[in-house]
Antibody, heavy 121, light 106 residues
Framework: QVQLQESGPGLVKPSQTLSLTCTVSGGSVSSGSYYWSWIRQPPGKGLEWIGYAHYTGNTDYNASLKSRVTMSVDTTKKQFSLKLRSVTAADTAMYYC?????????????WGKGTTVTVSS | SYELTQPLSVSVALGQTAKITCGGNNVETKTVHWYQQKPGQAPVLVIYRDTNRPSGIPDRFSGSNSGSTATLTVSRVQAGDEADYYCQVWDSSTVVFGGGTKVIVL
């Protein structure tokens, strides 16, 4: 049973870079059909997909965030990561790392518990 | 960009059936997934590829997708089914979520 655990700072200053890591246990990060996503949820609001990364290096990002996002997978550490640059208060949210099973469609199969990130000086 | 529309809330009496709809342009041609999110918890996949239940999800949860609306049906509703429900599709290499529906159990 794959399990995911997010880690990273809970507080980031405006204009700085938000960096989060997700550690994968109970399964392989190098699975061909699994893409590793980040999804966020501002307080009291709905879910927003940020993007995904595949162990081959393939990535895809939400067009609205693409200019500020970088994701990658580290197979040796069984981790994947998110970097979001130039953050503002609007980036304050719960951030989830997610295992996405993608063939002709992508379902968000496995979710981490989430980590709260607040952007504030 | 593609959009999915869900009702803000659905109220249902205990033991009755809740139907949560998800509308979008030609949604019947897309594959829809559904998630349940209880307060303070991460979402959980309850229906994948329109009609399939992951292991561990009760058969009270079912899905359909036809006639420009995808529907999540929760039969014999229990108090523990009170939650937010989100539909999701994959469109143009992008994951799209509906705005979410709060199911209120009366």
């Amino acid at each position: 049973q794959v399990q995911l655990q997010e880690s990273g700072p809970g507080l980031v200053k405006p204009s700085q870079t938000l960096s989060l890591t997700c550690t994968v246990s109970g399964g392989s990060v190098s699975s061909g059909s699994y893409y590793w996503s980040w999804i966020r949820q501002p307080p009291g609001k709905g879910l927003e997909w940020i993007g995904y990364a595949h162990y081959t290096g393939n990535t895809d990002y939400n067009a609205s965030l693409k200019s500020r996002v970088t994701m990658s997978v580290d197979t040796t550490k069984k981790q994947f990561s998110l970097k979001l640059r130039s953050v503002t208060a609007a980036d304050t949210a719960m951030y989830y790392c997610v295992g996405s099973y993608c063939t002709s469609s992508c379902s968000m199969d496995v979710w981490g518990k989430g980590t709260t990130v607040t952007v504030s000086s | 960009s593609y959009e999915l529309t869900q009702p803000l809330s659905v109220s249902v009496a205990l033991g009755q059936t809740a139907k949560i709809t998800c509308g979008g342009n030609n949604v019947e041609t897309k594959t829809v997934h559904w998630y349940q999110q209880k307060p303070g918890q991460a979402p959980v996949l309850v229906i994948y590829r329109d009609t399939n239940r992951p292991s561990g999800i009760p058969d009270r949860f079912s899905g359909s997708n036809s006639g420009s609306t995808a529907t999540l049906t929760v039969s014999r509703v229990q108090a523990g089914d009170e939650a937010d429900y989100y539909c999701q599709v994959w469109d143009s290499s992008t994951v799209v979520f509906g705005g979410g529906t709060k199911v209120i159990v009366l």
